[in-house]
């Protein structure tokens, strides 16, 4: 079974520009994480889709960041305008259960954002 | 407060030493789950093992155990033989309650060395 797919693996963009990482969960399952990594903060929750609706925004840093999920197979993690502390390692998550607490995630493997 | 901590931030070791890494947890439910996360040098996050609050049983898989102690508030990890391709950051982390939103408190990691 393929797992959670993540592109693009590497992106490397200048200040300023639009970035937009992209997910495909695992089929089937019906919640979906955004998380960014850092060294200094760790792993950081962004934002939550239940059934393809977003639970928890909380996360998200500021108004720059958005994420939609148009569909249970695709989401995407859009930041306008980019700045160099957005650079950070970027995974995307899926689940089944609903959100059940129990359940665990399922990661891609990550994007890589350099803001520069 | 819902917390992980995760006090050993690096740990060396020779290959086929035993070691073991640390998971303390805080929280008031009384239903809660617990999970432990691998991530090697490629960088995707690997589930390795659930535990939930109601089952204390220790639980062994190949060269791996786990120590629940709801007594310490601990979750405890030993790999026994070390082998190089465990190598990884160890990740732990508890299911917070609030409502129907799901949300995973992450510790900081354990960087696990195992050299040849």
């Known amino acids: 079974d393929a797992g959670v797919i993540q592109s693009p693996r590497h992106e490397v963009t200048e200040m300023g520009q639009e970035v937009t990482l992209r997910c495909k969960p695992i089929?089937?399952?019906?919640?979906l994480f955004w998380y960014r990594q850092t060294m200094m903060r760790g792993l950081e929750l962004l934002i939550y889709?239940?059934?393809?609706?977003?639970?928890?925004d909380s996360g998200m840093p500021e108004d720059r960041f958005s994420a939609k999920m148009p569909n249970a197979s695709f989401s995407t993690l859009k930041i306008q305008p980019s700045e160099p502390r957005d650079s950070a390692v970027y995974f995307c998550?899926?689940?089944?259960?609903?959100?059940?607490?129990?359940?665990?995630?399922?990661f891609g493997n990550g994007t890589r954002l350099t803001v520069t | 407060a819902q917390k992980v901590t995760q006090a050993q931030t690096e740990i060396s070791v020779v290959e086929k030493e035993d070691v073991t890494l640390d998971c303390v947890y805080e929280t008031r439910d009384t239903t809660y789950y617990l999970f432990w996360y691998k991530q090697p040098p490629s960088g995707e996050l690997v589930f390795l093992i659930r535990?939930?609050?109601?089952d204390e049983q220790n639980e062994i898989s190949g060269r791996y155990s786990w120590n629940f102690q709801k007594s310490t508030s601990s979750f405890n990890f030993t790999i026994t033989a070390s082998q190089v391709v465990d190598s990884a950051v160890y990740f732990c982390a508890l299911t917070a309650h609030a409502g129907n939103n799901r949300k995973l408190i992450w510790g900081l990691g354990t960087s696990l060395a195992v050299n040849p």
């Open positions: 089929s089937g399952h019906n919640s």
């Open positions: 889709f239940n059934n393809n609706v977003p639970i928890d």
């Open positions: 535990r939930n609050s109601f």
């Open positions: 998550a899926s689940t089944p259960g609903g959100g059940r607490r129990d359940s665990p995630l399922h």
